[in-house]
């Protein structure tokens, strides 16, 4: 078995060791190839020297014991891997249509087509690809940990959601800036059923601005045909500047039928909890199911739930690709 593998390989990254790590894991001989310091310039302004990349390169791979090993030079994007006998190449995901290429291109030079094997890209905290260029910059470091403090948006000017969000972030992250935003819903001041979600998704959207992160939290009732009853649900959403959006929900709990019976003629729930109760601006106090469990849950409580389910595809993001 003969392996390909290629790249820059300037700074090696978490995102180079996965894709070497691939490669040895196959098994068998090696081939690397290895950018030509004038092809790694056609796309970077700063890069190391072909020499020392190779040493660098060199030495990673003696240290993961890789078999028989061998480093070429390539100055074009299909390098040697379309006249080589070889059996496999590894490629990161984003470059699987070159992998393609280069299986025409066998073909058409009378060389069977190889076995490819895609590797997901390793991002960073922000999740973003780790990149050299980005480690340069000083925006992360080579396991994609961030460098500068993760900018969070929330899309609201309600205190309570904005600490729960930093409650989370806090605990996701070790340097963070979390602040609100104003941020449109788009969906009406008391929003049932897809409304609940959609309002959500458009806050974090219209919230992410220049930060790493837009958060969008929202609320409302949702009819649960199985109980025959509506349930109060928190949706948060999150997305990132790569544009790729996480949804997550907190408990849902139901309201009293004087509740229910209100919101349905058009009141929000806030009003109608204040109309019930007498009690004004409990939304930005304890919140209703603050009131409702008897102190027992207050709204920064499910608000915490609710950031902490949209963020976990991006707690574990290698098994969310």
Known sequence: ?????????????????????????IGGSLLVGLTSDGMARRTRKKVSSYAVRKRNLEAYLRHRHAKGFEIVRIDDELGPAVSEELDALVVSAEKRSMAVRINEERATNGFPPLDLYPVAMVLAEDCLPISSTRIRAKEVDRNGNMVKPIVINVGTNNSLKVRAVAAVASKLYSKVKVR????????????????????????????????????????????????????????????????????????????????????????????????????????????????????????????RMAVYTAFIPRIRRDLYQ
């Not at 009732?221 to 025959?228: E, G």
């Not at 349930?231 to 309201?255: N, W």
């Open 1 to 25: 078995m003969r392996v390909a593998v290629g790249g820059t390989f300037d700074i090696l990254h978490a995102g180079h060791e996965a894709l070497l790590k691939k490669a040895i894991e």
């Open 180 to 303: 609100g935003v104003s941020a449109e819903s788009g969906v009406p001041p008391e929003p049932l059923e897809q409304d609940v979600v959609l309002g959500a998704i458009n806050r974090a959207r219209r919230a992410l601005g220049a930060g790493d992160f837009g958060v969008g939290i929202e609320a409302g009732l949702f009819w649960n045909q199985s109980m025959r009853d509506h349930l109060d649900v928190q949706y948060c959403a999150v997305v990132d500047k790569a544009g790729r959006l996480t949804v997550g929900h907190g408990p849902g709990f139901a309201y009293p039928p004087a509740i229910v019976s209100l919101v349905k003629k058009g009141m929000t729930v806030g009003q109608a909890m204040e109309r019930i109760t007498g009690i004004k601006g409990m939304g930005s106090k304890e919140g209703a199911v603050g009131y409702l469990s008897g102190g027992r849950l207050d709204r920064e409580d499910i608000t």
